[in-house]
C-alpha cells in the first residue's frame, strides 16, 4: 500500500491550500482515512478523519471551522481543504489509512503558513 500526498507549500496567513493523498498498491477497496501533522518538538496530532463512504467526519479541535476533509472514491484520493490558515498550523502533513490488518502512512507534505 502506498500513500501520497501533495499540495503542501508556503502561504500566507488567511490563505488556503488543499492537500491531497492518493492511494494505491492494494485492491480498490476504501478504508476509513486521516490527516494528521507534527510541528517541530511536537507529537503528531490528529487533523480529520473520515469514513469509508466519506458520511462521517471528525475534526480536531484547532481546526474545527477551517478545515474540511472529504474524498473521491473513484479516485482513490482523500482531501483536506485547509483555510484561514494560522502559524501555528504550519507542519508535516501526512495522511493515514486505516485498513484490514494493516495501517499505512503517507511520506508527508510540509505546510508552512507565513505570519
Not at 491550500?17 to 494505491?24: K, P
Not at 498498491?25 to 511536537?42: D, E, L, V
Not at 458520511?55 to 471551522?65: A, F, L, P
Not at 498550523?89 to 494493516?102: F, I, L, P, Q, S
Amino acid at each position: 500500500v502506498q500513500l501520497v500526498e501533495s499540495g503542501g507549500g508556503l502561504v500566507q496567513a488567511g490563505g488556503s491550500l488543499r492537500l491531497s493523498c492518493v492511494a494505491s498498491g492494494r485492491p480498490s477497496t476504501n478504508y476509513a482515512m486521516g490527516w494528521f501533522r507534527q510541528a517541530p518538538g511536537k507529537e503528531r496530532e490528529s487533523v480529520a478523519a473520515i469514513s469509508r463512504s466519506g458520511g462521517s467526519k471528525n475534526y480536531g479541535d484547532s481546526v474545527k471551522g477551517r478545515f474540511t476533509i472529504s474524498r473521491d472514491n473513484a479516485k482513490e484520493t482523500v482531501y483536506l481543504q485547509m483555510n484561514s490558515l494560522k502559524p501555528e498550523d504550519t507542519a508535516v502533513y501526512y495522511c493515514k489509512e486505516n485498513g484490514v490488518g494493516y495501517v499505512a502512512w503517507g511520506q508527508g507534505t510540509q505546510v508552512t503558513v507565513d505570519s
